[in-house]
C-alpha cells in the first residue's frame, strides 16, 4: 500500500516536472530574417544563433510544427516558429560546441550513459535522472551502458581501454577526487569549467566538494552526490538487550566486544570478498587516529606515513580482527550485514549506501553512530559524471551534466540512491523529502570536518589507492604491524613521488 | 605440363593460407611483440608513454611481495593440479577399464565436469566451501562433516590462508580429472591384451603388470596430458574470479590476477605486460619442448 502511495507520488513528481521542464519558449518570427538578428533581438548577441538553431531543429524532430533550420545562415520565412532556449542552455551550448561538428546543430541521435549502478536503489535513482533528462530532451535516445561490479571495479577496466581506443561514451560516472588521475584528463576529458561557471555550481556546492573536483586547475566531473564512508551501524535490538550505547572511542568499542563475545554474538562483523572492505574500515580508523587535518596530511604528504597515529590505527585492526565473524573473507559487505539482520551480529562499518540496502532487505531495527573517535569528521566520497573528449554527442552529454547539476535532478536521484545531494541550497521542505538517516546524514555535512576517502577514489590516485589496499590485504594475513607500515611509507613516497612529475 | 598444374595449384593453397597467415602473424604474435615492447616502456598511467626502461618493470616486479606470493601460489596450484589430476584420472581409467557395467554411463558422469566453465565451478566450489560460522551456520561441505559427526575436521577451507590456493586446486582436479580419464581411458583401450597376457605368463602380478608395462606404455599420453593441464594452470583466471577474489593476503591470488588489477587499476601498463610476457615464458616453457617433440614425431612417421 505505501509502496504503491510512493510510486503515484514519484508518478507525480516526474509527471510535474517534465510539465515545467521545458527550458526555454516559442517565438514566431514577424518577418523575413535570419536567426543572427534572432538571436541579436533575444540574447542581445547574433553568436546565439547555432544555438537557436540547434533547440529549435531538436524541437521540430518531436513537433513537425517547427522550422527545420538546415543551414545556420538560412532565410527565415515570416510565421516560422523558432524555439528560443533558456540563457544558461543557450551559454553552456555556445561554450562548449565545436564549429568544427556542424552535425550537433541538429538534435537528436543517443545519449550513451556509463556507469557502475546496477543494484536495488542506485539503479532507480538513475532512472529518475533519465526520466528527467526525457523530459528536457524527448528528441535524444537515451542508451543506459551500465557494468555491474562494486565500486565500479569492472567498470573502470572497461572504460580506459576504450579512452584510449578513442571510442567513450557520451559520458560516464567517476569519483569525485583524484580517482580523475587515472583517466589522463587532459587528453581524455573535458575540462567542465565554463559549465560550473554558466550554471553557478561554484556558488551551491561546498568548498570541501569543489576542493576535491578540482584536478589541475579544473572541473572534470559534476557531483550528483554525496556519500559518508565513516559510519558505525548496529542492530539496535542487541543493543537494548545487553544495555548497550553506541561506543564513541575504541576504548568503548573493544570493551562492548568483550562483553558481546563473551554472550556468544559475533561483535562486529565485516566482509572482504571484494577485496577493498577492510580497507574501508581501515581508512575510518586512520581518519580517528590521526584527525582530520592528519588524514588530509597523509594524502599530500604533510603528515607522515612513519608517524604514530598510523601504528594505532594498525594495532586497532590488528585488534578488531580479534572480534571479526570467522567467514568474512567469504562475505561481501552485504553478506556480512545479514548478521545484523539475523540479530546474530552487533556492528559493522561500512558507507551510507548499507542505509539504501537495509531499507530495501525491510530491516529497521538498525542504528548508527560516526566511527569511533571520528564523531565530527565526514569522510565523503562523491559520484561525479565526465564529459569524454571525443563523446559522439557532446551536446547531448551537455544536456545531461545540467541535469546532474540541477536540484531537481539530484533531489529525485538521491532519495532512490539513498545519498544526499552535493548542492547546499535546499531548503527545509525539500530535506524533508528524505528519510531520518539522511536528513542527519545532511546536519552532519553541513557542520563536520569534511575529508577525502582514499578508497572510494577521493584522496588519492588510483595506483596508490591500490598499493594502500594491498598493504592491508596482505596484513589482514600477516598482522605484522611493523612491515605493513613500512609498505605503506613505501607507497606514499612512491605515489608522491609520481605525483611531483 | 603436369608442373604448371602442380605450380597453380601451389598458390591457390598459398591464397587461400595467407588470410589466416596474415591475421595470425598481426593479431597473435603483432600482439606478443607489442606486449614486450610495453612491457619496457614506462606507461604507469593512462596515457601510454613509450619511453624506453629497459628490465625495470621485470626487476621491480620480482621485489614486489605480491608477485612473490603469486609466483608461489601458481607453483603450490600447478603441482597438486597436476598430480592430483593425473592421479585420479589414472585410477578413474583403470576401474572404467575393468569392463564395468553400464561404463558409458560412467564415463560420462565423470568426463561431465570438464564441460562446465571454470566459472560455474567456482561459483559451485564456493559456495561448497563456503566456511560458515557457529552463529549463522554451515553450508556446503562443512555441514556434510557436521552431519556424518566429523564436525573437527571442519575448515575455512579458501578463506583460511594457511589452505588458500590448495583449495582451489581442489575444484580445478574435480573439473579436470574426467578429461584425463579420457585421455588414459583412450590409451589403456591401444594397449592389446596380448601384452598383459606375455607379462602375467612370466609371472608378474598385476601390479607389475601395471608397473611395469602399462604405465610406460601410456607415456605419452601423461606427457599430452601435463602438457594441457599445465598451460591451463599457469593461465589459470576465471576460477580464482569466480571462487575466491585474491584472497586475504593474497593467499589465493595468481599472476593472470595481479596483471588484470595492476594495469586496470593501478594504471601500470607496463607492469602488467611485464606480468604478461612472464606467463608467456612459462607457459612456453612447457609448450616449445611438446612442439619440437610432436614435430619431430610427424617427421618421422
Not at chain 1, 539503479?123 to 526525457?134: R, V
Not at chain 1, 573473507?329 to 552485504?334: G, P, Q, V, Y
Not at chain 2, 574426467?178 to 597376457?197: D, F, K, Q, S, T
Amino acid at each position: 500500500m505505501r509502496r504503491a502511495a510512493l510510486l503515484v507520488f514519484l508518478g507525480l513528481l516526474s509527471w510535474g516536472l517534465v510539465g515545467w521542464a521545458q527550458p526555454g519558449k516559442e517565438y514566431t518570427v514577424p518577418a523575413d530574417t535570419t536567426l543572427g538578428a534572432v538571436a541579436q533581438e533575444v540574447f542581445g548577441d547574433s553568436a546565439y544563433a547555432p544555438a537557436i538553431m540547434r533547440a529549435t531543429n531538436a524541437k521540430s524532430l518531436a513537433d513537425p510544427s517547427f522550422l527545420k533550420v538546415n543551414v545556420l545562415d538560412m532565410k527565415i520565412p515570416a510565421g516560422a516558429k523558432l524555439w528560443i532556449p533558456e540563457r544558461t542552455w543557450a551559454e553552456a551550448f555556445i561554450a562548449f560546441w565545436d564549429p568544427n561538428r556542424p552535425e550537433d546543430l541538429f538534435g537528436g541521435g543517443k545519449l550513451v550513459v556509463g556507469s557502475w549502478w546496477t543494484a536495488g536503489g542506485e539503479a532507480e535513482g538513475l532512472n529518475a535522472l533519465f526520466e528527467i533528462y526525457g523530459g528536457y530532451y524527448p528528441d535524444v535516445q537515451i542508451v543506459n551502458a551500465t557494468i555491474a561490479g562494486g565500486a565500479g571495479f569492472v567498470f573502470r577496466a572497461v572504460i580506459k581501454p576504450r579512452l584510449i581506443a578513442g571510442d567513450p561514451p557520451d559520458t560516464f560516472q567517476l569519483h569525485a577526487g583524484l580517482e580523475v588521475e587515472g583517466y589522463s584528463p587532459e587528453t581524455y576529458l573535458t575540462p567542465l569549467d565554463k559549465l560550473f561557471e554558466i550554471e553557478g555550481w561554484t556558488e551551491v556546492l561546498p568548498k570541501d566538494l569543489l576542493d576535491l573536483l578540482l584536478y589541475k586547475g579544473h572541473f572534470w566531473g559534476v557531483p550528483v552526490n554525496i556519500h559518508r564512508a565513516n559510519v558505525l551501524w548496529y542492530d539496535r535490538a542487541i543493543f537494548e538487550e545487553y544495555g548497550l550505547t553506541p561506543p564513541e572511542n575504541w576504548d568503548e568499542f573493544f570493551t562492548i566486544c568483550d562483553k558481546l563475545k563473551a554472550k556468544g554474538v559475533v561483535p562486529f562483523v565485516m566482509g572482504n570478498a571484494g577485496g577493498w572492505e577492510a580497507a574501508h574500515l581501515f581508512e575510518t580508523i586512520l581518519v580517528s587516529t590521526v584527525g582530520a587535518d592528519g588524514y588530509k596530511g597523509l594524502w599530500t604528504g604533510e603528515t607522515p606515513w612513519t608517524s604514530e597515529g598510523v601504528t594505532q590505527a594498525l594495532e586497532i585492526l590488528k585488534k578488531v580482527l580479534d572480534y571479526v565473524n570467522p567467514d568474512y573473507a567469504a562475505l561481501s559487505w552485504d553478506g556480512a550485514g545479514e548478521y545484523l539482520i539475523a540479530h546474530k551480529g552487533a556492528m559493522m562499518i561500512m558507507g551510507d549506501w548499507t542505509n539504501g540496502w537495509f531499507m530495501a532487505k525491510g530491516y529497521e531495527d538498525y542504528g548508527w553512530a560516526p566511527v569511533p573517535g571520528t564523531r565530527g569528521i565526514f569522510d565523503a566520497l562523491s559520484d561525479t559524471f565526465c564529459l569524454p573528449k571525443r563523446a559522439p554527442n557532446p551536446i547531448n552529454a551537455l544536456g545531461w551534466l545540467r541535469v546532474c547539476g540541477s536540484k531537481e535532478g539530484q533531489i529525485a536521484f538521491n532519495r532512490l540512491k539513498g545519498s544526499i545531494p552535493a548542492r547546499t541550497d535546499l531548503t527545509p521542505e525539500e530535506k524533508a523529502l528524505f528519510n531520518p538517516y539522511l536528513q542527519s546524514c545532511m546536519e552532519d555535512f553541513a557542520r563536520d570536518a569534511i575529508v577525502p576517502s582514499v578508497i572510494h577514489g577521493a584522496a588519492a590516485i588510483e595506483s596508490w589507492v591500490t598499493d594502500f589496499k594491498d598493504a592491508v590485504n596482505l596484513f589482514l594475513a600477516t598482522k605484522n604491524v611493523a612491515a605493513t607500515q613500512a609498505s605503506l611509507v613505501e607507497a606514499a613516497e612512491a605515489a608522491l613521488a609520481a605525483m611531483g612529475q | 605440363m603436369r608442373k604448371r598444374r602442380l605450380k597453380g595449384e601451389r598458390l591457390v593453397t598459398l591464397l587461400l593460407l595467407l588470410p589466416s597467415v596474415i591475421a595470425v602473424c598481426v593479431f597473435v604474435y603483432g600482439f606478443i611483440g607489442w606486449t614486450g615492447y610495453v612491457s619496457m616502456s614506462n606507461w604507469n598511467q593512462l596515457l601510454p608513454d613509450y619511453t624506453f626502461v629497459g628490465l625495470r618493470n621485470f626487476l621491480k616486479l620480482f621485489a614486489h611481495p605480491r608477485f612473490q606470493i603469486d609466483l608461489r601460489n601458481l607453483a603450490v596450484f600447478t603441482a597438486l593440479f597436476l598430480t592430483g589430476s593425473l592421479i585420479i584420472g589414472f585410477l578413474l581409467a583403470v576401474l572404467l577399464d575393468r569392463k564395468v557395467r553400464a561404463e558409458g554411463f560412467f564415463r560420462t558422469i565423470y568426463l561431465y565436469p570438464m564441460s562446465l566453465s571454470f566459472i560455474v565451478t567456482g561459483v559451485v566450489w564456493r559456495w561448497l566451501m563456503n566456511p560458515g560460522s557457529p552463529q549463522m551456520g554451515s553450508t556446503g561441505i562443512n555441514l556434510l562433516l557436521e552431519k556424518i559427526g566429523l564436525g573437527f575436521l571442519k575448515s575455512g577451507w579458501y578463506t583460511d590462508p594457511r589452505v588458500g590456493i590448495k583449495a582451489v586446486a581442489v575444484a580445478a582436479i574435480w573439473q579436470m580429472s574426467g578429461y584425463v580419464m579420457a585421455m588414459y581411458l583412450a590409451g589403456l583401450r591401444g594397449i592389446p591384451e596380448e601384452l598383459r597376457e606375455a607379462a602375467r605368463v612370466d609371472g608378474a602380478n598385476e601390479w607389475q603388470v601395471y608397473r611395469y608395462v602399462i604405465l610406460p606404455l601410456l607415456r605419452p599420453i601423461t606427457l599430452g596430458a601435463i602438457i594441457i593441464l599445465g598451460h591451463i594452470s599457469l593461465k589459470i583466471y576465471d576460477l580464482i574470479v569466480a571462487m575466491t577474489g585474491p584472497g586475504i593476503g593474497f593467499s589465493t591470488d595468481v599472476p593472470a590476477y595481479f596483471m588484470w588489477e595492476t594495469t586496470f587499476h593501478a594504471n601500470r601498463f607496463a607492469q602488467g605486460a611485464a606480468i604478461a610476457v612472464i606467463l608467456l615464458l612459462m607457459v612456453s616453457l612447457l609448450i616449445v619442448p611438446y612442439l619440437i617433440f610432436s614435430v619431430r614425431r610427424e617427421a618421422e612417421v
